[in-house]
């Protein structure tokens, strides 16, 4: 497909099952890329939310507008790690005859 583009890549196969697999991959490479986003915006969540700093030994409460920002963030990301996850279940099928499926990353929030 990235030939058809003039990419200078490898020439298309024309086996379905190479064709499949690459798209697999690509899911795959996208929902770990998405997964360690999400680890990044939780130590970001972590970090603003953590007791430290002189504010919180005298009482003073500071209104972080920060952290909002981050869960909605979490959330969005979250919500493509689903879809990614979906689409490349759909893809494989059961996965249970998939040889190929044993080296995909595991899917921490997908369960439907």
Do not use: F, W
Request: glycine share 10%; charged share 20%.
């Amino acid at each position: 497909m990235l030939n058809a583009a003039g990419d200078g890549g490898a020439p298309a196969s024309h086996d379905p099952n190479d064709a499949r697999h690459a798209v697999v991959s690509d899911l795959a490479g996208l929902i770990e890329h998405v997964q360690s986003s999400l680890r990044r915006i939780e130590e970001m969540i972590a970090r603003n939310t953590s007791a430290g700093g002189p504010e919180s030994s005298t009482g003073v409460i500071v209104l972080d507008d920060v952290s909002p920002r981050y869960m909605k963030a979490a959330a969005a990301v979250q919500a493509c790690e689903v879809n990614l996850g979906i689409a490349l279940r759909s893809l494989l099928g059961s996965g249970a005859d998939d040889p190929y499926a044993a080296s995909l990353p595991t899917l921490a929030v997908v369960g439907a």
